[in-house]
């Protein structure tokens, strides 16, 4: 195990680390990373000449 893992998860332990975290600002948040992150590999497939959907037969 790392070292960052140990530190997070005594961390768990102890209350005064427990932030409270707004649901929507962080589904948010997940969707703009997934999104930038789709991008660039689908990008990344289409200048390979790999087209990772098909649009019919």
């Not at 140990?6 to 975290?21: K, L, W």
């Amino acid at each position: 195990m790392t070292k960052a893992f140990c530190i997070a998860f005594v961390m768990t332990f102890f209350s005064v680390f427990d932030v409270p975290v707004f649901w929507p600002i962080l589904l948010c948040y997940w969707i703009v990373l997934f999104v930038l992150t789709m991008r660039r590999q689908i990008a990344h497939m289409i200048k390979y000449k790999y087209i990772p959907f098909s649009f019919g037969k």
